[in-house]
């Protein structure tokens, strides 16, 4: 069946450092891939998307690359800011038809200015 | 922005009693969905509606859940009997045609 595997949290960086959060998955023929972000007391929401191979989502200085030969899709932002203190979730779509979202188990990631 | 929006944010219920979520989706979305977290763990696909009946399921969807639509702008959860087990955070969304799904604040449910 399909699944996402991502790193586990939670994950601590100082202001402006670099961030990059892994993310795998495995899913038989051609998925979408998605970033969801949690923000405290909300709900879940899209972050970034890609749909197809070398695709490369984006929102907000946030990057992720979809990589079929290695069935990866990792989130990353140059210079992360206080407010960007959230819950991170990769999902997967596996497509022909379904629109069922499998996520991952979510990174924390906190931000200390 | 137009938002899924979702009551209670927390419900309380005793176990074996019925509880029911409720999610108004996006108005021009066709698509709506529920999912759970249970503490701790990933965000779990129930099931999906479309056309007024169910497309998808997951194995955790069993003869105690049921979903409705029953009018043109509420999206129904229904547990018939609840178990300890049950307790979660329950999430609806709502997409429209090929497009990523939109997410409620999720409703917490906690049964003791």
């Known amino acids: 069946g399909n699944s996402v595997t991502q790193m586990e949290g939670p994950v601590t960086l100082s202001e402006e450092a670099f961030l990059t959060i892994n993310c795998t998955y495995t899913?038989?023929?051609?998925?979408?891939l998605f970033w969801y972000v949690q923000y405290p007391g909300e709900g879940l929401q899209l972050l970034l998307k890609?749909?197809?191979?070398?695709d490369k989502g984006s929102n907000k200085g946030f990057e992720a690359t979809y990589r079929k030969e290695t069935t990866s899709f990792h989130l990353e932002k140059g210079s992360v800011q206080v407010s960007d203190s959230a819950v991170y979730f990769c999902?997967?779509?596996?497509?022909?038809?379904?629109?069922?979202?499998?996520f991952g188990k979510g990174t924390k990631l906190s931000v200390i200015p | 922005e137009p938002e899924v929006t979702q009551t209670p944010s927390h419900q309380v219920t005793q176990m074996g009693q019925e509880v029911i979520l409720r999610c108004v989706p996006i108005?021009?979305?066709?698509?709506f969905y529920w999912y759970r977290q249970i503490l701790g763990q990933k965000v779990e696909f129930l099931v999906s509606?479309?056309?007024?009946?169910?497309?998808?399921k997951s194995e955790i969807f069993d003869d105690q859940f049921s979903v409705e639509r029953p009018d043109g702008s509420n999206f129904t959860l229904k547990i018939r009997s609840t178990k300890l087990e049950d307790s979660a955070m329950y999430f609806c969304?709502?997409?429209?045609?090929?497009?990523?799904?939109?997410f409620g604040q999720g409703t917490r449910l906690t049964v003791v």
């Open positions: 969304a709502s997409s429209g045609e090929a497009t990523e799904a939109f």
């Open positions: 899913a038989t023929g051609y998925p979408s």
């Open positions: 890609a749909t197809k191979a070398d």
């Open positions: 999902a997967l779509t596996p497509g022909a038809g379904s629109y069922q979202l499998t």
């Open positions: 108005s021009n979305h066709l698509y």
């Open positions: 509606f479309y056309n007024n009946e169910i497309s998808e």
